[in-house]
């Protein structure tokens, strides 16, 4: 499974950002990241767009993980977020 998480950061807030992430403690071994994939919107800020893999029997756990590394970024002004959960069909 993969949950999606796509980050909008003004352009005045991306050193909060980065401080965060540096001080960010790491994800268990069983979550895979895949970026960050970062879109610079001309004087808009940035979009950041991560995938976080794992097992579908994992979700619980990783949803939980996943969601306290999200938090560390709500102090950033203008921090957004959306995020989608992503599976593969079973064919």
Do not use: W
Not at 19 to 44: D, H, M, W, Y
Not at 57 to 69: G, V
């Amino acid at each position: 499974m993969r949950i999606k998480c796509t980050f909008h950061i003004p352009q005045k807030s991306v050193k909060g950002y980065a401080r965060q992430v540096t001080e960010l403690s790491p994800l268990p071994e069983f979550i895979t990241i895949k970026g960050p994939f970062i879109n610079k919107a001309e004087g808009a800020g940035n979009h950041i767009i991560t995938l976080y893999e794992f097992e579908k029997t994992k979700f619980a756990e990783a949803l939980q993980n996943i969601s306290k590394h999200i938090d560390a970024f709500h102090g950033v002004p203008g921090f957004a977020f959306s995020a989608q959960v992503l599976g593969k069909a079973d064919l």
